[in-house]
């Protein structure tokens, strides 16, 4: 199924915050939608929490590419993305629960 609402989630080295920024996407009162994390080439272990989160709910998934910086970062997340609509967020940020 299709979700309404594709989250692009770009980190590069941001281990020690990601886990906040995708539990505050999968914390939403709004639920049709996916999570894509898209890892521009970390050398900390940005893998290892991925592949943890990955594991918390089938809307997360997770892309390692080369590092070309965050707007080569989203724009592979945006041709990944399924939903209608789509929001980008950085590793180190998070959105409230009831974010419209």
Request: glycine share 6%; net charge negative; hydrophobic share 35%.
């Amino acid at each position: 199924m299709t979700p309404l609402v594709s989250i692009v989630v770009t980190c590069f080295n941001q281990a020690s915050y990601l886990e906040r920024s995708v539990k505050s996407v999968l914390s939403q009162t709004f639920t049709d939608l996916e999570c894509i994390m898209v890892d521009d080439g970390s050398t900390d272990n940005t893998q290892e929490v991925a592949q943890q989160l990955i594991s918390l709910d089938s809307r997360v998934s997770y892309f390692y590419k080369e590092n070309g910086g965050v707007s080569s970062s989203r724009n592979f997340g945006f041709k990944k993305a399924q939903g209608k609509w789509i929001q980008f967020l950085d590793g180190d940020d998070w959105i409230h629960k009831d974010k419209n």
